[in-house]
Structures are given as structure tokens and as C-alpha cells.
């Protein structure tokens, strides 16, 4: 079956610490998203690619990083520098403009 | 940039009763309009779309209306189900060239829908 893979599906980090999370495509869209998901707050953007080895920053992009090495994989890497990590982190992905996302299950990311 | 503004936040039905859920928009040029649907621990799930040629679409028990003049976009959902219980999100948009030929929508903030049985 075609799908929008995350993982892990939980995450704990120290301060101070890096931390990647992983989404993977199998669906041969172009287009890939990562969104941050805070309660009341709705969805953020952070970062999206709409063609391999390339990608723009979203709203939120600060103490954050991507890279798209290929069109399948669209890791998103959670620096240090982001003074709030602890949030649900939501990678999607779309097949062209007014189409719809295909959203993966989420990555909880704890900070402790 | 777009603004979207989703009501209400919270949504309380009994099992039967129809839900609504409003969204305004600001930006003229949003030419396609989706909702989602979120369980709980789940990402969001496309469940209608709508776009800027269309004022309404139907799919079973849910359907979607658009009233451009007024920049406003509804869901509506008949016969509501235990199953329908969620947040739904709407979004909005238009594709811009200018930004190397990109649609990034905008989404309102949620309403949790709660349906009793």
C-alpha cells in the first residue's frame, strides 16, 4: 500500500541535544511538508520541498533543518537552537498544487 | 498572506444531529479550500475538498459549501456517527507561481467535535 511513513512515533531528548525524525513516501509525490502541531495553535509550517535538493523554509523555521537528498525522504532535524521542541511533528506530502496532503501518523517529541 | 478563521472551537452533538463548522478566509485568490479530520494520536486524514469553480460538493453524509463573494467555506455533516468524533481542520490557499509554482494552504485552528450517543 501506498503511504506517508514517521517514525518514531515517540521521541524523548535531552536539552542541548540534536534530534532527527524520519518521513518517508512511497506515493511518488513531488511535494513534501513538515508541520508542527501545538493544542489550540492548529497546524504550523516549518519547512517544505516541492523537487528533490530543494526545500523552503515555512513560518517556523527557526531551530530547524531539512535536507532532500531523495524524492522518497524528507528527514526534518530538531536543533538545539529551538528553544520549544515539545510539540507533535506532522510530515506530508502532495501530488501538485490544489491537491490534497497525505499526512503521515506523527512524531511526539518530549523534551526532559 | 491568507487568514483563516475556523468556528467554533468545540462542538458538542447528539448521535443523529447535524454539525456544522464555518471558516472565513481573507485572501481573494485561495482557489482551493480541503477539510481533515484528526483522531486522536493520529495525523490528519483529507476527507473533502472543494475548489474556487465549485459552491457545493456532497459525498455521502458530509458535504462542503463555498460562498466566494462572502470568503466563506462550510462543512456539513448529516446523521452524525460515535466514528465522527474528531478535530477537523479547514484550510485554504492558492497556488502561486511566484513561489516556484507552490500551494501552501493555510489552516484554521480546529473544532473538536464531540458526538454523543
Known amino acids: 500500500d501506498g503511504g506517508i511513513t514517521q517514525s518514531p512515533k515517540y521521541l524523548f531528548r535531552k536539552e542541548g541535544q540534536n534530534v532527527t525524525l524520519s518521513c518517508e513516501q512511497n506515493l511518488n509525490h513531488d511535494a513534501m511538508y513538515w508541520y508542527r502541531q501545538d493544542p489550540g495553535q492548529g497546524l504550523r509550517l516549518i519547512y517544505y520541498?516541492?523537487?528533490?535538493?530543494?526545500?523552503q523554509k515555512g513560518d517556523i523555521a527557526e531551530g530547524y533543518s531539512v535536507s532532500r537528498e531523495k524524492k522518497e525522504s524528507f528527514p526534518l532535524t530538531v536543533t538545539s537552537a529551538q528553544k520549544n521542541p515539545t510539540a507533535f511533528y506532522l510530515c506530508?506530502?502532495?501530488?501538485?498544487?490544489?491537491?490534497?496532503?497525505?499526512f503521515g501518523s506523527g512524531t511526539r517529541l518530549t523534551v526532559v | 498572506g491568507e487568514n483563516v478563521e475556523q468556528h467554533p472551537s468545540t462542538l458538542s452533538v447528539q448521535e443523529g444531529d447535524s454539525a456544522v463548522i464555518k471558516c472565513t478566509y481573507s485572501d481573494s485568490a485561495s482557489n482551493y479550500f480541503p477539510w481533515y479530520k484528526q483522531e486522536l494520536g493520529k495525523g490528519p486524514q483529507l476527507i473533502i475538498d472543494i475548489r474556487s469553480n465549485v459552491g457545493e460538493k456532497k459525498d455521502q453524509r458530509i458535504a462542503v459549501t463555498l460562498n466566494k463573494t462572502a470568503k466563506h467555506f462550510s462543512l456539513h455533516i448529516t446523521e452524525t456517527q460515535p466514528e465522527d468524533s474528531a478535530v477537523y481542520f479547514c484550510?485554504?490557499?492558492?497556488?502561486?507561481?511566484?513561489?516556484?509554482?507552490?500551494?501552501?494552504?493555510?489552516f484554521g485552528r480546529g473544532t473538536s467535535l464531540i458526538v454523543h450517543p
Open positions: 520541498s516541492q523537487i528533490v535538493n530543494d526545500f
Open positions: 484550510a485554504a490557499g492558492a497556488w502561486r507561481k511566484e513561489s516556484g509554482g507552490s500551494y501552501i494552504p493555510t
Open positions: 506530508a506530502s502532495s501530488q501538485g498544487p490544489t491537491y490534497g496532503y497525505t
